[in-house]
């Protein structure tokens, strides 16, 4: 569709409806709306900066499948990514944690316990996990051979009624000692310039899903069972 189909609220700052335009999540969502629908106009209605970036994006729009017209509604926040960060005691092999972040989340109205996570922006996913893993826990593997890899080839959907987000899953397998696990936990992480406050939990990997009630980390946990129980 044309730029000249898109209109802004007059609540949205003329000052954002450019950057609005260039976000890369925008128009990513603009190209894979059209393979489906017909997309006949957007009304942005709000922009959520985080920080200095385009954030979260309210669109109102007027599209069609085979004619008939589609709910209207969606936030739209791009892709996204998880990891899981799965701990192996160096002097107890069979022994495995998992390391999540508790976290205040608004929209669930309480603390919520979960894989570190978050938008990709303008690197790509593997990076983007990487970041996050870092962000939230500490955890730099940046100068180690340990690399995440994917649970899932496919990103997931999360809530594709009310949001774009596709979110693509990973793993890491990290081998520490049980005083340098021991003090990761409790650990505050976090970009204040993005209102992250985050503090450390360690669980052990077979208890976790009595740890988090998100979705994507039970998804994480299973897969990652099911890969460890056919060795692939």
């Not at 929209?107 to 983007?128: E, H, I, N, Q």
Request: hydrophobic residues 40%; contains cysteine.
């Amino acid at each position: 569709m044309t730029t000249s189909s898109i209109t802004f609220a007059t609540s949205v700052p003329p000052e954002l409806h450019q950057r609005t335009l260039e976000a890369r999540h925008f128009r990513m969502w603009l190209e894979k709306t059209s393979t489906d629908f017909e997309l006949r106009a957007v009304l942005v209605r709000d922009v959520l900066m985080f920080g200095s970036r385009v954030g979260f994006i309210v669109v109102e729009a007027d599209a069609r499948h085979n004619g008939a017209k589609m709910p209207c509604y969606a936030v739209l926040r791009g892709p996204t990514v998880s990891i899981m960060p799965v701990i192996t005691i160096e002097d107890a092999p069979t022994e495995k944690h998992v390391v999540l972040v508790n976290e205040a989340r608004l929209p669930a109205g309480r603390m919520v316990a979960a894989l570190p996570a978050g938008m990709v922006d303008d690197d790509t996913v593997d990076v983007a996990a990487l970041q996050e893993l870092h962000e939230e826990t500490g955890i730099d593997l940046t100068r180690t051979s340990r690399r995440p890899y994917r649970l899932r080839e496919e990103p997931v959907l999360i809530s594709p009624g009310g949001s774009d987000e596709e979110m693509t899953l990973y793993a890491v397998d990290i081998t520490l000692t049980r005083a340098e696990m021991n003090q990761m936990m409790g650990r505050k992480e976090g970009l204040v310039n993005e209102h992250e406050h985050t503090a450390v939990l360690v669980v052990p990997l077979d208890d976790m899903p009595r740890h988090t009630t998100n979705a994507h980390c039970l998804l994480s946990w299973f897969l990652y069972r099911a890969r460890a129980a056919t060795g692939c």
